[in-house]
């Protein structure tokens, strides 16, 4: 138990679904961080939202649209989703929103495929 | 930008053996952190060490920041230690992931 919880943990959509990936976390932390996962590729940085003001975005496609209610709650809206979008999504929480200034605690992930 | 190189990329060990990892950056980082990730995707924080060593049970980690690589150590390895360890830095308000070393421990 990580502190970080992910729903749903799999999830196969069409490229012309609208779906909702979703992240809690528990740890009071400041910071909240949406990763993308490819097969043979290093971890990639998506999104990271500081007290719920998105802080970076590293040049992802606008059919990825992420949310951020509060300090405790992220999503990522998917809508007209490609092939090679299909991967793991791993959400993950710190203290301090500058990416590895604090220790991260990652989320178990959602798995994507996109038919 | 910065390089982060990881190896070996592939270690099968029997159980109880020790192994070595490391990660190497191609420039000065602020911070360092080594992650595991088991068969089942869930990645764990293990050490967030930018420099020196720490200890975990049986694993250990050091950075030699001034000669930009970090090494990992495991010990009596279990089968429960597979999976795949990444190590990820920290530069100018970036993290960036190396491709990770995939360890799988026979029983």
């Given at each position: ?11 196969v ?6 779906k909702?990936?979703?992240c ?44 951020c ?5 992220l ?9 090679e ?31 | ?20 990892l ?15 990730q088991?068969?089942?995707?869930q ?65």
């Amino acid at each position: 138990e990580t502190g970080v919880t992910q729903t749903p943990r799999h999830l196969v959509m069409g490229m012309t679904n609208k779906k909702s990936l979703k992240c809690e976390q528990h740890l009071g932390h400041n910071a909240m961080y949406w990763y993308k996962q490819s097969a043979k590729k290093p971890l990639e940085l998506m999104f990271v939202y500081s007290l719920e003001e998105r802080v970076e975005n590293n040049s992802v496609p606008s059919r990825f649209s992420p949310e951020c209610p509060n300090s405790s709650h992220l999503f990522l809206h998917l809508h007209t989703l490609q092939p090679e979008d299909s991967a793991l999504y791993l959400c993950a929480s710190s203290q301090a929103a500058v990416p590895g200034n604090q220790p991260q605690h990652f989320g178990d992930g959602t798995r994507l495929s996109i038919l | 930008g910065i390089q982060v190189e990881q190896s070996p990329p592939d270690l099968i060990l029997q159980e109880g053996a020790n192994s070595t990892l490391r990660c190497n950056f191609s420039d000065s980082v602020n911070n360092l952190q080594w992650f595991h990730q088991n068969p089942w995707g869930q990645l764990i924080n293990l050490f967030y060490i930018p420099s020196g060593t720490k200890q975990n049970g049986r694993l250990s980690a050091t950075t030699v920041a001034t000669e930009r690589y970090s090494l990992l150590y495991i010990s009596s390895s279990q089968t429960t230690d597979s999976g795949v360890y990444f190590c990820a830095v920290n530069r100018d308000d970036k993290i960036i992931f190396g491709k990770g070393t995939r360890l799988h421990i026979l029983p």
